[in-house]
């Protein structure tokens, strides 16, 4: 069994098991602290990555020192089932809803009704959502249209919340430049990369004005710096939390402390 989901299911079936949470994992770092996309996050630290798909333990997350739950991937089918699981929770853990197609779609037109499906059902539970566009089998029109879709439906709410688009790393350096520009100018409010290398493109290219969230590949202290140092805002933990548990996050938010004192 995954460290991680081992010890998130004791802490979670435990009696008061987010205090021991909250005493063993949650040191607060002040230095850490930063606002993006409107949202206040205790550090630049989140998790993702399938480790919570329905949200089971978002609210436990913010007892483990995590400053995001990137929650999904979410589809219309399991929407419903996974805002049930967040609408009560009150955490200093920010929700991001992970937004992506069903498996069985293969028309263009069936790829942009599911994200623009899901996207409605979820949009009135969450702050911040990222639209799952890294699968190499969308086209680069497709992805555009899905874009174009969802900020569409943005638009018919009140309230302006943050759309992030996930982005794979088998953009060509063309790709990535056509696809950040097109984002720029449809009002996408930040862009999620997957290596060192497309955060300080994505960075450079955007002169710092286009939030970048880094993932992957982030299984020491020293990729992580990297990512932040090459212009991510914030940096999601994958398979490095389900290898090495809560326990990397306290001792990650530690040096990062160290390294920004001095």
Known sequence: METAKWILRILNSLPGGKTIADLVFNEDYGTLHREVLGSRFTSPI???????????YFDLFGHIGTAFDVIGPVTADNAISTIRNIQDCKSECNPFICIT???KS????????????CFSLVYDFA???????????LEQDLVRDIITAVLDIRFTYEEYKPVIVRLGKHLLPDELDSLT??????NVDALMCCTKEMVSHVFT???GRLPVIGYGGLN???????????????????NELKSKGPFFITSLKRQLSYYHHN
């Open 220 to 238: 020491k202290v020293g990729a992580v710096l990297d990512m932040l140092n090459g212009g991510a805002s914030l940096v999601c933990l994958e």
């Open 106 to 117: 293969v028309e263009d037109e069936e790829f942009i009704k599911d994200f623009s499906d």
């Open 46 to 56: 989140g998790v993702g990555g399938g480790i919570d798909p329905t949200g089971r």
């Open 127 to 137: 702050p911040l959502f990222i639209i799952d566009l890294s699968n190499p089998m």
């Open 101 to 103: 197609h069903n498996r």
């Open 181 to 186: 520009d097109f984002c720029r100018m449809n």
């Open 205 to 207: 290219q955007t002169k």
